[in-house]
């Protein structure tokens, strides 16, 4: 009966495994791809909010990837490519919203407003940000310079 009852915690345990390991595979990943807003949001996020260099540079143009996973660390690339340090942040996209996005066919240019909190001083930041589209999906292109 001991030896059934063993069998059973290592079974639980390895399918336990496999279920962690299915749900970090996910995290690696930016899912909603067909809003170049969204696609904004989950980018900064990513970078910001999680710390996930990898997450962050899988909605990028390679170019832009490759970039960003040379700094490593989120912080590095917050940074060298942003110029803007947050310890925890908000992030939206212009309130304005769609009617106001310089969107053509495949390519978009999209502005982030951003709020957030820097060893305890609140800064305000915009960033905006060029996306192509490819299958459907929207990707980052390039950052361009600040608006304002």
């Given amino acids: ?32 791809v067909d809003n170049p807003e969204l696609v904004a949001i989950a980018f900064f996020d990513a970078l910001y909010n999680e710390k996930n260099v990898e997450k962050a540079a899988s909605v990028c143009n390679p170019q832009l990837a490759r970039l960003i996973l040379h700094y490593r660390s989120p912080g590095a690339v917050a940074r060298h490519l ?49 996306f192509v589209q490819r299958d459907g999906e929207w990707f980052i292109d390039k950052v361009l310079k600040d608006p304002f």
Avoid: W
């Avoid at 079974?11 to 595979?25: I, M, P």
């Avoid at 110029?83 to 495949?106: H, L, T």
């Fill in 82 to 130: 942003f110029n803007m340090s947050f310890d925890k942040v908000e992030i939206k996209p212009d309130s304005a919203g769609v009617k106001v996005r310089e969107q053509f066919k495949d390519n978009a240019n999209i502005t982030i407003y951003f709020d957030g909190y820097y060893h305890n001083n609140r800064i305000k930041d915009v960033k905006r940000l060029a």
């Fill in 1 to 32: 009966m001991h030896h059934l009852k063993n069998s059973f915690l290592v079974l639980l345990l390895c399918s336990l495994t496999l279920l962690t390991a299915c749900g970090e595979d996910n995290s690696k990943k930016i899912t909603s």
